[in-house]
């Protein structure tokens, strides 16, 4: 079983590795039409909350007591998961 150390190292891993990404998407606004640059801004934005939201719960999850950790992980790992399926359909729709 992973511990509660190394579980919320991975997450923050991954949150640094989905700032990479979002500010990559960002990028690409300058390279993309008025109408498509409007759309991107509102992923942008949304994958911006998403991560807000899933840093909030994994600080929880921190915070929490050894015998709740377990209960919270179920949670962060929705909105990381809600987070990566976004992540994919703005890169899919915007290019990489």
Do not use: C, Y
């Not at 979002?22 to 991107?40: K, S, W, Y």
């Amino acid at each position: 079983m992973t511990t509660r150390d190394d579980f919320v190292r991975r997450m923050h891993d991954r949150l640094d590795q989905w700032n990479a990404d979002i500010d990559a998407l960002t990028a690409r606004m300058e390279h993309v039409g008025v109408d498509a640059r409007d759309e991107l801004r509102k992923q942008i934005d949304d994958l911006r909350a998403r991560q807000h939201d899933a840093r909030a719960r994994l600080d929880a999850l921190r915070a929490a007591g050894e015998d709740a950790w377990g209960d919270l992980r179920a949670g962060v790992e929705m909105a990381w998961d809600a987070i990566a399926a976004a992540l994919d359909s703005a890169r899919t729709r915007f290019g990489k």
